[in-house]
């Protein structure tokens, strides 16, 4: 790669660029809904594609210099020339791009902290370094706030199970008027449950039971469960 680091880089991205990935013409994917091969912007999906267009990019620009090495002309040369200018643009959008992950974040600190051969990481600019110092500040939001969620799950989680453990002792014991009050706490349990955001699949698969297992027919949260499944859904893509 040829990007000249202390320099102001350019951004590479577009609206308007063709699509990273282009199913073949005639092909089942070709016939699905073109989103698919627009990634939405900040999804692993999105990552992966642009990881894999800058792959391909650093493949034909080791080819052209190898070409342009052993047959120094001007066809070889411009394909070197355009080879490598492909390639810079490619890192520098994986650069500009939000990071997804953790694994991401990680992917452009080794990049930029990677020792030259004298033992010294590189002088990066500013504005090069800046979508880097947005994704740690993001992800390390990100984390604070699932661990916030996870301590609301938990606590909503224990109430219901309380109200529920307690609703079948008081049935067993042919506890009337007992099984009545702990069937009105696990109402109010259950909709604090449903309304509490649900920090991981597991906790979303608790909810879907609790809404619909052992046979219960209610659509009193298919909405909720269906905006929670959309959400974990494009956060796995």
């Known amino acids: 790669m040829a990007t000249n680091a202390t320099d102001a880089p350019t951004a590479h991205g577009s609206t308007t660029a063709a699509p990273i990935l282009s199913a073949p013409k005639g092909s089942l994917a070709a016939r ?3 989103a698919s ?3 939405e912007p ?3 999906a999105a990552w992966d594609a642009a990881q894999w267009r800058y792959a391909l990019c650093q493949a034909e620009a080791r080819s052209a210099n190898s070409a342009a090495d052993r047959s120094p002309n001007d066809d070889t040369r ?4 355009a080879a490598d200018a492909a390639e810079d643009e490619a890192h520098q959008a994986l650069i500009d791009m939000s990071a997804p992950h953790m694994q991401a974040l990680l992917w452009k600190l080794l990049f930029v902290l ?3 051969s004298d033992g010294f990481s590189h002088q990066w600019s500013a504005q ?4 880097i110092v947005d994704d740690a500040m993001r992800l390390s939001a990100t984390s604070a706030q699932r661990t916030r969620l996870h301590s609301e799950w938990t606590s909503a989680r224990a109430l219901y199970i309380e109200a529920r453990e307690g ?4 049935g067993a014991a042919n506890d009337v008027a007992g099984e009545e009050r702990w069937t009105k706490r696990r109402f109010v349990a259950e909709d604090a449950l449903m309304a509490t955001p649900s920090p991981d699949a597991a906790a979303f698969a608790f909810k879907y039971v609790v809404a619909h297992g052992n046979g219960r027919e209610t659509d009193d949260w298919n909405d909720m469960l269906e905006a929670e499944a959309v959400r974990f859904a494009q956060e796995e893509a």
């Open 42 to 44: 900040g999804t692993a």
């Open 32 to 34: 699905l809904r073109p």
């Open 114 to 116: 990677t020792p030259d």
């Open 167 to 170: 609703e079948m002792a008081a």
């Open 37 to 39: 091969y627009f990634p």
């Open 128 to 131: 090069f370094l800046q979508p």
């Open 78 to 81: 411009a394909r070197r020339e």
